[in-house]
T-cell receptor, first 114, second 112 residues
């Protein structure tokens, strides 16, 4: 059973399009995250939700909008995609918020903007 | 100073040797530290957590924490080519919203 699953695994699209990435966790965790990993492999947090509530919103362009319909799901919608959005996006979850609990990652969504 | 700092490598060790990966962190009150392994094209995978000063062993892996020096390390004994990956250190940062900060990772290459 996959603990944190993301779809799609690959996303290739044109500049200016709108796309969504979905994430689900079956670990019973309260907190979910979106990370961006760029070409230099730096893993940077974008958003965090605790039990459907937004608790971390880093300096991310407002073209990125997360949505958490319930604590097991966290989706990411991106409007007007730009070349610089090309990266790997990882969803993760942890039992609690606060950074003192280990986080478990999904397999990632590789986004390529043409 | 970066919040979590690692040497990017590559760190090259021969098969069977001990690989030593190091990490320093800036938040003195951090309580929890994590080591993740990331193979090329894959997601980060948790391999060790450490919460207290001293050593914690799990199979071929030993994590070492020194809070006074703000230093955490990972030793891999009897290194295997399958250990070749990027190793990410992570530590929490307290602030308005607490979060986990990742280092940039150290690339380990184990030579057969």
């Amino acid at each position: 059973d996959t603990a944190v699953s993301q779809t799609p695994k690959y996303l290739v699209t044109q500049m200016g399009n709108d796309k969504s990435i979905k994430c689900e966790q079956n670990l019973g965790h309260d907190t979910m995250y979106w990370y961006k990993q760029d070409s230099k492999k730096f893993l940077k947090i974008m958003f965090s939700y605790n039990n459907k509530e937004l608790i971390i919103n880093e300096t991310v362009p407002n073209r990125f909008s997360p949505k958490s319909p319930d604590k097991a799901h966290l989706n990411l919608h991106i409007n007007s995609l730009e070349l610089g959005d090309s990266a790997v996006y990882f969803c993760a979850s942890s039992q609690e918020t606060g950074g003192n609990q280990p986080q478990h990652f999904g397999d990632g969504t590789r986004l390529s903007i043409l | 100073q970066k919040e979590v700092e690692q040497n990017s490598g590559p760190l090259s060790v021969p098969e069977g040797a001990i690989a030593s990966l190091n990490c320093t962190y800036s938040d003195r009150v951090s309580q929890s530290f994590f080591w993740y392994r990331q193979y090329s094209g894959k997601s980060p995978e948790l391999i060790m957590s450490i919460y207290s000063n001293g050593d914690k062993e799990d199979g071929r892996f030993t994590a070492q924490l020194n809070k006074a020096s703000q230093y955490v390390s990972l030793l891999i004994r009897d290194s295997q080519p399958s250990d070749s990956a990027t190793y990410l250190c992570a530590a929490p940062r307290r602030g308005a919203t607490n979060k986990l900060i990742f280092g940039t990772g150290t690339l380990l290459a184990v030579q057969p």
